[in-house]
């Protein structure tokens, strides 16, 4: 007997998660020759930030066999290591950490790293700042690429920057070379049917898009997920403060390191997004804690632009998820979805995963809701695994100089899960060990990033309580480390990008 076929999808949103969204499907379900539309409003338009990604962006373009060289240079991007955090901590030695990709160079350098953080955790005075354990830390610091040459075998994991409305625009004609039919339409209306599943969507021009299963992907509006089915939207306020975004781009002056760089702010973060034509800016702030105005002041005087006349377009974050992200014979992605805010720049990683997963549960149950509560089970999990490591950033900064960062550092309002993550490490508990019991086998973060974060900002015994370690007690060596790193980057070409 043949496999049944997949329904008709309607995809609502042509923004980064509606076409990244689309091209999945039909890849995964190729054999079926399924049909798949898109429908999306120019004039609405795209949110048109989101410029950073984690590896998951290179799984998602290898998968769809598409050539790095060739959409990087049309979407405008560069290589991406990791994150740098700037000033989220005022401890001595503290004050700035990468957050590294992983890659498998790690797995020489990692366990010397979790050595020494627990012994530090101790109170013994060793190294344990996570700059020193990794390569793609010192690759990035040093301008490389992450291409290494040929005859070295460990390549580093790496995500990338780009200029989202290309990467739209990109995708977009990739889908509807391969027959994905595109629908420029504004919807005006949703047909719901007898048994309340959504019928048609009602556009303008009397035009009527039917459709078997539709994919909301309509930006923050969410019209047929929260808005039409009722999706219950939980929000993450309580524990993530930021609500507004204040964006501006500027000029290269100089050549840049192949990393995201986030700078705290007095309300908030600021990241630098370096493409190959511009850099990307941005003020992530909560609007309980400094008004817009004051929030663009404090912004164009850290990038530059005070006497500029150049718009900064200020932008609204709805913070949370949906319970469930397939209700009825609706799939919510993207923003439409929820939104954890860009700290570790997820947005589009869940995108990939969320369009993944459904692909698979969808296909595997003969394209019937058959595995639709395991399904959300799991979508919500990888959400909540997030939160927590974006949660822990704001908890365990080391600032003291405004209300916000204060009120943050104090916030008692946490998940279970993340109390039970900070007691593990303040207990002197076994981090690696801790992660698989509170997240399962597939973390959203691996330990090596959670010893980053709590290292990174300096969570020890002050330094003054440090002690030598004793004789008998080895720490691991890190020059050692740092030779092996060395010798490993020489491998690496200059990035000359600039
Ligand atoms: C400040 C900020 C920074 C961010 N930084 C990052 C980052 O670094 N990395 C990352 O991965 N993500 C980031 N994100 C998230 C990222 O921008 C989004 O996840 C991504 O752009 C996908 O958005 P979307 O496609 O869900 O929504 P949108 O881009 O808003 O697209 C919505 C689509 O729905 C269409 N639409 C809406 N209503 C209608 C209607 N009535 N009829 C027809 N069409 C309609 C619109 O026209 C549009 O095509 C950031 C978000 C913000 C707010």
Partial sequence: MSS??????????????GWMTACLLHKEWEAHDPR??????????????GEGSTPQLKAFFDHLGIDEAEWMEACDATYKLGIRFTGWSEKPAFESYFHPFPGPVDLHSEPGFTRNCALRRRGADVPAHPDDWFLAAKLAEARKSPQPAGTFPFPPSYGYHFDAHKLGGYLREWAVARGIEHKPLKVIEVEISGDGDIAALLCEDDQRIEGDFFIDCSGFASLLAQQKLGARFISFGENLFNDRAVVMPTQHDDPFKPQTE???????????????????????YSSRHISDEDAETEFRRAIGTEGDNGEARVLSMKVGRVEDSWTRNCLAVGLSQGFIEPLEATALHIVIDTAQQFAHAFAAAGFTPEHRVQFNRSVAERYDGIRDYIVGHYRLNGRSDTEYWCENAGNH??????????????????IGEAVRRIYGAQP????????SLFAGYGCFPPADKLQVLPPQIEAANVDAVQAMLEACAANFPDYGIC
């Fill in 262 to 284: 986030s700078f705290a702010m007095s309300a908030g973060w600021r990241w630098s997004i370096p493409l190959t034509t511009r850099i990307g800016n941005g003020y992530v």
């Fill in 36 to 49: 798949i539309t898109v429908v999306e409003s120019p004039a609405i338009g795209i949110i048109g930030v």
């Fill in 444 to 451: 959203a973060y691996s330990s090596m990033s959670w010893h």
């Fill in 413 to 430: 309002s946490l998940p279970e899960t993340l109390k039970d993550m900070m007691t593990s490490w303040f207990t002197h508990k076994d």
């Fill in 4 to 17: 049944p076929a997949p329904p008709h999808i309607v995809v609502l949103g042509g923004g980064s998660a």
